[in-house]
């Protein structure tokens, strides 16, 4: 049965009514589903060469095609909708341009650049694809319920695939199911002050069981995407600008403004690591991810170490590739009172024996949810970056990039979002199940033997 504070208590919160008003009914997923088309045929060149984007990505005729387009305004994106299927769109063309010939292009032609530019500025995000435009902005169902990943579908894909439009979806069904929890949990951060155990005992129990129906979501990957489908068709165009020597992008893109204007951009492609859900997940249970350098991409294995001063870390970075509304979302969540300060500073009584417990299984959810994850990608992209690549594969790229490697180099895969792959997910489980380590060491005044017990098993 869900948390609930009295009205009064809800009520002199302005804070967390504030922040419920930055995210909608289903969480970091729009209220209602995505525009299918743009309704103003003025845009019909931009919908006509999305239409056939898996076919002249298979003919590498994309980049013709896009340099015969007119430049168009974005004055006559009406309502919000249009601005974020604008932004949805010129993503997609984006990553075909770059990605989408027999090596990567590092020039961006007027055409794309300045409405990008612009739909991009008043979405208050990046000119590249993200997290949002791939996945929260890019479904469609037949319900309202956006957590049903049998009713979900992606509206576009690169490849034409059903395997690319799953893997999308079951992103979408994550976050539509997630959603439940968010409203319970910021119930739970507002009863800290009131020093409400049993509420936030509650809240906790309700996100466990959450994140424990995510991870099943994770596990059905394989029902209709076949992984090495997705390493050779559809990684690739996920690929970003920002530590891509290697795939052929030394520098990132120059975004051509034309009349002799323009920038040079590196810019992390579209992850998970973007997804507001999960770090929202890593506010609520307090887990610290220290900085280290496996956010950046390196050659061989360097040991950990810390970020420089004024240094971004990578989940820092990642929130300018949110829509502005999520930042300011997990922003103001970052402010208020800590479920985990709360749980270590609980006298040591029956109600906080009960409250630690639940905070532990938590976040032992959570770090299993995040192992699972890991899991898949060593079955999506580690078993298949050692095998040869098709026939069909396409030209250089982030998936052929580590065929040409050595085999230094190989060990350390690059995601789409520029991240040392393996490691960095690997320090992210870690942090997640020590967070409930820790709270239990507290508990017990037993820090040593937990975290030598926690260093024996990982």
């Not at 984007?53 to 309502?79: F, G, H, M």
């Not at 979806?169 to 409400?196: F, H």
């Not at 050659?299 to 829509?323: C, D, I, T, W």
Request: with cysteine; charged share 20%.
């Amino acid at each position: 049965m869900p948390s609930r504070l009295s009205k009064h208590q809800i009520s002199e919160n302005g804070d967390i009514i504030a922040l419920q008003s930055l995210i909608s009914k289903n969480g970091f997923l729009p209220a209602k589903q995505p525009l299918r088309r743009l309704p103003d045929i003025y845009y019909q060149g931009w919908e006509q060469i999305l239409d056939q984007l898996p076919v002249l990505l298979k003919q590498k005729t994309i980049r013709n095609e896009v340099d015969n387009l007119e430049i168009l305004t974005t004055a006559r994106l009406n309502t919000e909708p249009e601005w974020q299927r604008a932004y949805m769109i010129l993503c997609f063309l984006t990553h075909g341009y770059i990605w989408g010939g027999d090596s990567p292009s590092e020039a961006l032609p007027p055409s794309i650049t300045v409405p990008f530019l612009k739909v991009s500025d008043h979405l208050d995000l990046p000119p590249i694809a993200t997290f949002a435009a791939l996945n929260l902005l890019n479904f469609s169902g037949t319900g309202d319920d956006f957590g049903d990943l049998d009713s979900l579908k992606a509206l576009h894909t690169f490849s034409g695939s059903e395997d690319e439009s799953w893997f999308f979806a079951i992103s979408v069904a994550i976050e539509g199911r997630g959603a439940s929890v968010i409203p319970t949990m910021l119930r739970a951060i507002d009863a800290i002050k009131y020093n409400d155990y049993e509420i936030v005992t509650r809240a906790l129990n309700e996100m466990t069981a959450c994140i424990r129906q995510l991870i099943p979501l994770l596990d059905r990957m394989h029902e209709k995407c076949d992984p090495m489908v997705f390493y050779h068709q559809l990684r690739p165009f996920l690929a970003g600008t920002k530590n891509m020597a290697a795939a052929g992008l030394p520098n990132g893109v120059f975004y051509d403004e034309g009349d002799g204007k323009g920038q040079w951009r590196q810019l992390r492609g579209g992850s998970n690591g973007q997804s507001s859900l999960i770090q929202f997940f890593d506010l609520v249970l307090g887990i610290d991810h220290t900085p280290t350098n496996c956010h950046s991409t390196g050659k061989g294995n360097k040991a950990p170490a810390k970020l420089g001063a004024g240094e971004l870390s990578f989940y820092e970075e990642v929130r300018q590739y949110m829509p502005g509304p999520h930042r300011e979302f997990l922003i103001g969540v970052s402010k208020l009172d800590s479920i985990r300060d709360f749980v270590y500073s609980a006298p040591n009584s029956p109600a906080q024996k009960r409250l630690l417990q639940s905070y532990e299984d938590a976040t032992k959810a959570f770090g299993d949810f995040r192992q699972a994850h890991i899991q898949l990608v060593t079955r999506y992209i580690i078993v298949p970056s050692r095998k040869p690549a098709p026939s069909a594969s396409s030209g250089f790229n982030l998936s052929t990039a580590s065929l040409h490697s050595t085999k230094e180099v190989t060990k350390d895969l690059t995601g789409t979002g520029g991240t040392d792959l393996i490691p960095f997910l690997k320090t992210a489980r870690d942090d997640t199940y020590g967070a409930g380590l820790a709270a239990a060491a507290v508990s017990s005044h037993d820090n040593a033997d937990s975290y030598n017990a926690y260093a024996l098993k990982h």
